[in-house]
């Protein structure tokens, strides 16, 4: 089974700085595909971004981008110039590529960032 | 108009009573799913479905089951509330395989 594992329960940053969420993942398949979700304190699931394992470029929107290490098993988050509005949980996940009967999602635990004025 | 509608937002149960969270899809997507959020735990999947009647476990379906009669509607029953099941419950949709998924507001069901 697939694990995901976010170390940094809690995280804080500065309004207009970057920050980095850190994201580890355990598997045997060369075939899948990793997300970061945001949650807001209104409770909605956010894709904020998407990669597919076979592509080698790193995935951006916008003042979000990843940093993709398949070799390390590592998909780290970056926001640049962070907003008020950036404050939020947010979720790494992982989805195998093979599955056809639909393709579940295996989050992490969660990062809560603080974006401070 | 929303595209993924969870109903109700909010519920308080009693212990040993039975419960349904419904999930309607306005998407057309074939793949629908049943999340549960807990601290420290992330969103843990509870059942799927991958069409009309085609529904299949998750890692935490115990004392859940499920029912899929039509595109749209995905519903999630607890047949017998206990405090365990007290969380945050979350649907979702996928068009495809490898697509991102869409998600429902949450219901938020407490158990007394």
């Known amino acids: 089974a697939q694990t995901v594992t976010q170390s940094q329960p809690e995280m804080s940053v500065q309004e207009a700085e970057t920050v980095t969420l850190s994201c580890t993942y355990d598997?045997?398949?060369?075939?899948?595909?990793l997300f970061w979700y945001k949650q807001p304190p209104s409770r909605q699931m956010i894709l904020v971004i998407r990669q597919e394992a076979y592509k080698q470029q790193n995935a951006t929107e916008n003042r979000f981008s990843v940093n993709f290490q398949k070799a390390a098993k590592s998909f780290s988050l970056k926001i640049s110039d962070s907003q008020l509005g950036d404050t939020a949980m947010y979720f790494c996940?992982?989805?195998?590529?093979?599955?056809?009967?639909?393709?579940?999602?295996?989050f992490g635990e969660g990062t809560q960032l603080t974006v401070n004025p | 108009d929303a595209g993924i509608t969870q109903s109700p937002r909010h519920k308080v149960t009693e212990t040993g009573t039975p419960v349904t969270l419904r999930c309607h899809q306005t998407e057309n997507h074939r793949y629908m799913y049943w999340y549960r959020q807990d601290p420290g735990h992330g969103l843990r999947l509870i059942h799927y479905?991958?069409?009309?009647?085609?529904?299949d476990k998750g890692e935490v379906s115990d004392g859940y089951s499920v029912s899929r009669s039509k595109t749209e509607d995905f519903l999630l029953t607890l047949e017998s509330a206990t405090s365990s099941q007290t969380s945050v419950y979350f649907c979702a949709t996928q068009k495809g395989t490898g697509d991102g998924y869409t998600f429902g507001s949450g219901t938020r069901l407490t158990v007394v």
């Open positions: 479905s991958y069409g009309v009647k085609d529904t």
């Open positions: 598997t045997s398949e060369n075939n899948y595909y």
């Open positions: 996940a992982f989805m195998n590529g093979w599955e056809t009967s639909g393709s579940r999602l295996t």
